[in-house]
């Protein structure tokens, strides 16, 4: 007598197993699970709440320059620079890729650090943070390193007064000559606004040609200042004067003129729009080069630093309420419930399901 066997193990007489999808197939099932409608659906339902969550409620931003320091750090390193909380929902939620808002919420307030989008098509950041200075309505100049709101000085509250200065002009660091001049040495090659005749041109090139080496595979917007420093050792002061000036012409194009000029288009802030500038006033492009910024730009409101740890700072007190906990930590909890509970369903029903094997 032939001993048992399985006979679902054995394909029949003429078939053949069926063929194992391929190895690249298998790699994304093991991160996705298997390729079905329920699976889909589930994926679908996650990633639309978290573009809710993200669009509606609250969402973390990196701080894309230096433009708002000491108040925050601006530095695309993860243990470097500043990563701040946004209550998205404060201002009227926006249903998400659109300016549309549900409803409109509280109107910014004097001070406020805020998220926007740009309103330069050609800006570098599309999505930037400054805080603001001028409200619908006023008129708003700079005059001494202050803020005059309708002709009367408006000081800023006691925390604030040692970091804010505006200015009517842009300055430049020693560092940020430095890091345009690293840039230049990296890309080591000669500038048509330059005379290559002229001693000073013949000496900068001669300059860059010997830096080359030294950053020819270093990304120089991720260097820290003491890097920059380090990296700059020993290059001749008259190069970097010659950088100065370079930068200077450069940036004529980029005219203060909002809240410092005295036409109305330049000085009052029309209804619906903000003035926005950046606590570095020297070194920040802000609203006094493009203007004002319409409400329906704005994102939210910056609640706080989040991350690195030892920079933690709540700026509202947004954090401390049980509304701004709710926020963080109530989606995540809630997705996170979700899923528990589809895998004990799964679990249940698959206990309850018959045995259908041969």
């Given amino acids: 007598m032939d001993a048992p066997h399985d006979m679902d193990a054995t394909p029949a007489c003429g078939e053949s197993a069926p063929a194992a999808p391929p190895a690249w197939v298998r790699a994304a099932q093991a991160l996705t699970g298997p390729w079905t409608w329920r699976n889909f659906s589930s994926w679908f339902c996650l990633i639309g709440a978290v573009l809710v969550v993200k669009g509606c409620f609250v969402d973390q931003y990196t701080i ?26 404060i201002f009227g939620p926006r249903i998400p890729f659109t300016k549309t808002r549900l409803w409109e919420g509280e109107s910014p307030k004097r001070w406020d650090i805020v998220v926007f989008k740009s309103v330069d098509p050609k800006s570098k950041h599309p999505v930037l943070i400054k805080r603001v200075v001028g409200l619908p309505g006023e008129t708003v100049q700079i005059r001494d390193g202050a803020i005059y709101i309708n002709d009367r000085r408006e000081d800023p509250p006691q925390e604030l007064r040692k970091a804010l200065h505006y200015t009517t002009a842009f300055t430049l660091s020693p560092i940020q000559i430095r890091s345009y001049f690293l840039r230049m040495a990296k890309d080591n090659r000669p500038l048509d606004v330059l005379n290559a005749g002229h001693p000073s041109t013949k000496l900068l090139y001669a300059e860059m040609d010997r830096f080359h080496d030294r950053v020819k595979n270093r990304d120089i917007d991720t260097l820290s200042d003491d890097e920059v420093q380090e990296l700059v050792n020993g290059v001749d002061p008259a190069a970097l004067h010659t950088v100065h000036q370079l930068v200077e012409l450069g940036m004529q194009d980029q005219e203060l003129v909002y809240g ?65 906990w709710l926020m963080m930590c109530g989606p995540v909890a809630a997705l996170i419930g979700l899923e528990l509970a589809a895998r004990l369903r799964r679990r249940r029903r698959s206990r309850t399901e018959p045995d259908t094997g041969q």
Wanted: net charge positive; charged share 25%; hydrophobic share 30%.
């Fill in 64 to 89: 894309p320059s230096g433009s708002m320091e000491p108040t925050l750090i601006g530095d695309p390193r993860f243990f470097r620079g500043d990563r701040v909380i946004v209550n998205k929902w």
């Fill in 260 to 324: 410092i000029r005295p036409e109305k288009e330049h000085s009052v802030v029309p209804e619906g729009h903000y003035f926005c500038l950046g606590d570095n006033s020297g070194q920040s492009l802000d609203g006094r080069v493009y203007g004002w910024v319409p409400k329906e730009n704005l994102l939210g409101r910056a609640a706080g630093i989040w991350w690195p740890i030892s920079h933690r700072r709540d700026f509202t007190g947004f954090t401390r309420t049980w509304q701004g």
